[in-house]
T-cell receptor, first 113, second 116 residues
Framework: DSGVTQTPKHLITATGQRVTLRCSPR?????VYWYQQSLDQGLQFLIQ???????AKGNILERFSAQQFPDLHSELNLSSLELGDSALYFC????????????FGPGTRLTVT | AQSVTQLDSHVSVSEGTPVLLRCNYS??????LFWYVQHPNKGLQLLLK??????LVKGINGFEAEFKKSETSFHLTKPSAHMSDAAEYFC??????????????FGRGTQLTVWP
């Protein structure tokens, strides 16, 4: 158990809808990272927050957004969902702002029908 | 630019035989290198990491990897496969400096099958 929690485990929704994925980092970790794992693209970095501020952006679509709250949990919002957004979404956390030692949560599997 | 190439998408071995999962990388700076394992319906677990200390790195569950700068490789090995090793393995590179410090770049994964 990495200490990173993600909810929900599974999410099934229809095209055009909006969903929110939630992540709680390990105790003491200030950075949260979001990754998408799909058959087409593999594992890709989406976005990172450090202590409430956006730190780095990867291949995140404009339809997607994230935020990190004062208690350090993070939410990833996916809107106007398309079939191609079906994927496993991972959250990871680390202590510092530029740490390669990241601890991954179990993921949220999103299915868009 | 940082990138990782895992040379085999699938590897099959018999239980008790050696495992070799191959990885080549490119990095603009001194890299940190990792292997992660993903069991079915589970998250990613760190197996081992190289961060510029000893070039032969030992990880969990009997796995080890050797950093070879001249070959830009970081192959994962295990002397004797166990059924529980069946999973997907990801080679990952990260820069130790520069604007992408701390970013992880994943290979496409190697699916390891272990036959009884």
């Amino acid at each position: 158990d990495s200490g990173v929690t993600q909810t929900p485990k599974h999410l099934i929704t229809a095209t055009g809808q909006r969903v929110t994925l939630r992540c709680s980092p390990r105790s003491g970790d200030l950075s949260v990272y979001w990754y998408q794992q799909s058959l087409d693209q593999g594992l890709q970095f989406l976005i990172q927050y450090y202590n409430g501020e956006e730190r780095a952006k990867g291949n995140i679509l404009e339809r997607f957004s994230a935020q990190q709250f004062p208690d350090l949990h993070s939410e990833l919002n996916l809107s106007s969902l398309e079939l191609g957004d079906s994927a496993l979404y991972f959250c990871a956390s680390s202590v510092g702002p530029d740490s390669y030692e990241q601890y991954f949560g179990p993921g949220t599997r999103l299915t868009v029908t | 630019a940082q990138s990782v190439t895992q040379l085999d998408s699938h590897v099959s071995v018999s239980e008790g035989t050696p495992v070799l999962l191959r990885c080549n990388y490119s990095s603009s700076y001194s890299p940190s290198l990792f292997w992660y394992v993903q069991h079915p319906n589970k998250g990613l677990q760190l197996l081992l990491k190289y961060t510029s200390a000893a070039t032969l790195v030992k990880g969990i569950n009997g796995f080890e990897a050797e950093f070879k700068k001249s070959e830009t490789s970081f192959h994962l090995t295990k002397p004797s496969a166990h059924m529980s090793d069946a999973a997907e393995y990801f080679c990952v590179v990260s820069d130790q400096e520069g604007s992408t410090l701390g970013r992880l770049y994943f290979g496409r994964g190697t699916q390891l099958t272990v036959w009884p």
